[in-house]
């Protein structure tokens, strides 16, 4: 089977750091994964995928307490050849917590 490679960097989206352990999935068509790999300390990961000239691929990284980012790319004209992505920069998820303070008094409508 002919072969290309993806290779991934993935950093935080605030302070820029490497993120370690993020899963990078390379999906054709979208939501079918044909590769997986996760991301080393450098916040690297090289992925082996099956080569078919002319296809198109999504890579989706995701990595818990982030939002998911993904990317659409194309096979190299050849197989055996490198598709490099990034840096791709993952933003933290909000907590989904808002903190509401009121200065006045409330009043009730009856009053």
């Known amino acids: 089977m002919q072969t290309f490679s993806v290779t991934v960097q993935a950093r935080d989206g605030i302070t820029l750091a490497a993120l370690q352990g993020v899963t990078v999935r390379v999906e054709n068509p979208p939501g079918s994964s044909v590769a997986m790999g996760t991301t080393g300390a450098d916040g690297t990961a090289s992925i082996t995928v099956p080569y ?6 999504k890579v989706v990284l995701s990595k818990a307490g982030y939002l998911t980012e993904s990317r659409s790319i194309a096979a190299p004209t050849s197989a055996g050849g490198v598709v490099p992505i990034g840096p791709v920069s993952l933003d933290q998820r909000s907590s989904g917590e808002i903190t509401v303070t009121r200065t006045e008094p409330c009043v009730s409508p009856a009053e």
């Open 52 to 57: 078919t000239a002319g296809a198109s691929f």
